[in-house]
C-alpha cells in the first residue's frame, strides 16, 4: 500500500509493530522521603518502608502537562534522528486536564511547525492513569489497519481560538475572529491534502477530486451560515484548482479571482458573496439537507458533525441513499480537524444494516417537532441555575424531570464526594424513538459505522 509520509510504496500488511524506541522524562529535582517523614512530623518509616519509597520527584510551577510532553517529545525525536515530517499518528495518553477542550496534542504540534506537517492523526486519550496504555493501543491498532497508508486528510497545529481554561467554568474563551480564520485555514488544508491523496489513488479513468465527485458535503456546524461559507470556500478551492481552459465555462464571471491566494481571503467579502452565489445550487443539493438538527438545535460541539450525517440520512430513502460517497469535515478548536469520506452500502434488502439505518432516523423531524417550547426568560433562568450550581457538592438537581423524552437517563444528586449519581426514565411499551434521539446524537461512532461501513476515499 502507498504511503504518503515517505512515498515508498509497502506490501502486504504491517507485521510485528511494537514499540521500537522509548523516551523517559523525570523532573530534574526531588525530596528524600525520611526527609520528608521528619518534616512532616510522621512515623518513622511511613514513606521509606510503608511505601517503599526513597526519593519522590516533583515539579515546580514551571512544568505543566504541556511542558512535560513537550520536553519528552523533543527528546524522543533528537535521540531517535526521525524527522517530524515522517510522523502520521501521534496520541497522548494522560490523566491531567488543563484546559476542558483544548487538548495536549494541539501544544505539541509547534514542533511540527517548521517540518510543515500538520497532517498528523491522533488526539489526547484520557483515564486516569490507564490513558498512556490506551493510546499505545489507539497507535498500534492504526498501524496494523489500513489507515496507516494516510488517506483520511488531518490538519493539526497549535492555536488559542476557543478553549476552555477554567475548570470551575462551563464556559469558554473564545477569539471569534481568529477561531473563524482556525476553521477556515483547517478546511483549505485539508481538502487539498484530501484532493492529492485522493488524485494519487484514483483510477485512469475516475475524475480528478472536486465537489462534482461528491454526493454530499457535510461540516462540523458551530452555525448554519459558516457552514454555507464552507462549502463556497471548498467552491473556491475547486475554482483555483481548476485548469485555465475551464474556469470561463464552469465559473462564469469570476475569472477575476483567479489570481488570488487562499490565506488572503478568509475575510474577503467580494470573494465569500460571489463564491456564496456561485455555489448555492450545490449547497442545496449536497449540504443543507444535513443542517436539520443544527438549524433546530445548535452547535452540539463534538457531535454536531454526526447530527449533520443523522439529518442527511433522515432526509433520503434506501434506495436514494444507496451508493452513495459522501465527504465529512470534522473539527475541534485548538486545533485538530480531519476530512475523510464515507461510502453507503449498496445493498438495499430489507432488514440489512443500510435499511435499518434509515429506518431509525426516518422520524427525526418529528421527534425534533416533540420537543416542549421554553419562553426567553425561563432559559435565561435555566441557564443561570447551571452556572450558579456547576460543580456545586452537594447538590440535588431541580429540574422538572416529568419533561424529558422517555428513556432518558438524568441526574439525581451529586453527594459531598463529588460522586454522581443517576436514574432512567422508563421507556415507552411501544416505541424507543426518543431515547434514540440521545444516543445517536451524543455517541458519534454507532451512526456512521452501522450500515455506511469503513471511511473510504
Not at 475524475?207 to 473556491?236: G, I, W
Not at 463534538?302 to 465529512?328: E, R
Not at 456545586?392 to 424531570?401: E, F, L, S
Request: glycine content about 6%; overall charge negative; aromatic content about 8%.
Amino acid at each position: 500500500m502507498p504511503s504518503f509520509k515517505s512515498g515508498m510504496q509497502a506490501q502486504g500488511w504491517p507485521q510485528d509493530v511494537g514499540i521500537i524506541a522509548l523516551e523517559i522524562y523525570f523532573p530534574s529535582q526531588y525530596v528524600e522521603q525520611h526527609e520528608l517523614e521528619e518534616f512532616d512530623a510522621v512515623s518513622q518509616g511511613k514513606y521509606t518502608i510503608g511505601l517503599g519509597q526513597t526519593r519522590m520527584g516533583f515539579c515546580s510551577d514551571r512544568e505543566d502537562i504541556n511542558s512535560l510532553c513537550l520536553t519528552v517529545l523533543s527528546r524522543l525525536m533528537e535521540r531517535t534522528g526521525i524527522g517530524y515530517e515522517n510522523i502520521g499518528r501521534l496520541e497522548v495518553g494522560t490523566e491531567t486536564i488543563i484546559d476542558k477542550s483544548k487538548s495536549v496534542k494541539t501544544v505539541l504540534m509547534q514542533l511540527f511547525e517548521d517540518s510543515g506537517n500538520t497532517d498528523v492523526e491522533g488526539i489526547d486519550t484520557t483515564n486516569a492513569c490507564y490513558g498512556g496504555t490506551a493510546a499505545l493501543i489507539n497507535a498500534v491498532n492504526w498501524v496494523e489497519s489500513s489507515s496507516w497508508d494516510g488517506l483520511r486528510s488531518s490538519h493539526m497545529c497549535h492555536a488559542y481560538d476557543f478553549y476552555k481554561p477554567d475548570l470551575s467554568s462551563e464556559y469558554p474563551t473564545v477569539d471569534g475572529k481568529l477561531s473563524i480564520q482556525c476553521y477556515l485555514s483547517a478546511l483549505d488544508s485539508c481538502y487539498a491534502t484530501y484532493c492529492r491523496k485522493s488524485d494519487v489513488t484514483k483510477s485512469a479513468s475516475a475524475s480528478s477530486m472536486s465537489l462534482e465527485v461528491l454526493d454530499a458535503m457535510l461540516f462540523h456546524s458551530p452555525y448554519c451560515k459558516l457552514v454555507q461559507k464552507s462549502l463556497a470556500r471548498l467552491a473556491l478551492n475547486d475554482f483555483l484548482r481548476a485548469s485555465p481552459d475551464s474556469v470561463s465555462t464552469k465559473y462564469p464571471g469570476l475569472e477575476a479571482f483567479r489570481e488570488k491566494r487562499l490565506e488572503d481571503t478568509y475575510f474577503d467579502r467580494d470573494v465569500e458573496k460571489a463564491f456564496m452565489a456561485n455555489s448555492m445550487p450545490t449547497f442545496e443539493a449536497k449540504t443543507k439537507p444535513s443542517l436539520l438538527v443544527a438549524t433546530q438545535v445548535g452547535n452540539m460541539y463534538t457531535p454536531s458533525l454526526y447530527g449533520s450525517l443523522a439529518g442527511l440520512i433522515s432526509s433520503h430513502t434506501v434506495s436514494s441513499l444507496a451508493g452513495k460517497k459522501i465527504g465529512l469535515f470534522s473539527y475541534g478548536s485548538g486545533l485538530a480537524a480531519t476530512m475523510f469520506s464515507i461510502k453507503v452500502s449498496t445493498d438495499t434488502s430489507p432488514g440489512m444494516p443500510l435499511a435499518k439505518l434509515v429506518t431509525s432516523m426516518a422520524n427525526l423531524r418529528d421527534r425534533l417537532e416533540s420537543r416542549v417550547k421554553v419562553n426567553p426568560q425561563a432559559f435565561a433562568q435555566i441557564m443561570q441555575l447551571r452556572e450558579d450550581t456547576h460543580h456545586k457538592a452537594p447538590y440535588v438537581p431541580v429540574g422538572d424531570v416529568s419533561i424529558l423524552f422517555p428513556g432518558t437517563w438524568y441526574l439525581t444528586g451529586v453527594d459531598d464526594k463529588h460522586r454522581r449519581q443517576y436514574e432512567r426514565l422508563p421507556l415507552l411499551p411501544s416505541s424507543n424513538a426518543h431515547p434514540g434521539t440521545s444516543q445517536i446524537l451524543n455517541k458519534e461512532a454507532p451512526v456512521p459505522s452501522l450500515a455506511i461501513g469503513a471511511a473510504t476515499i
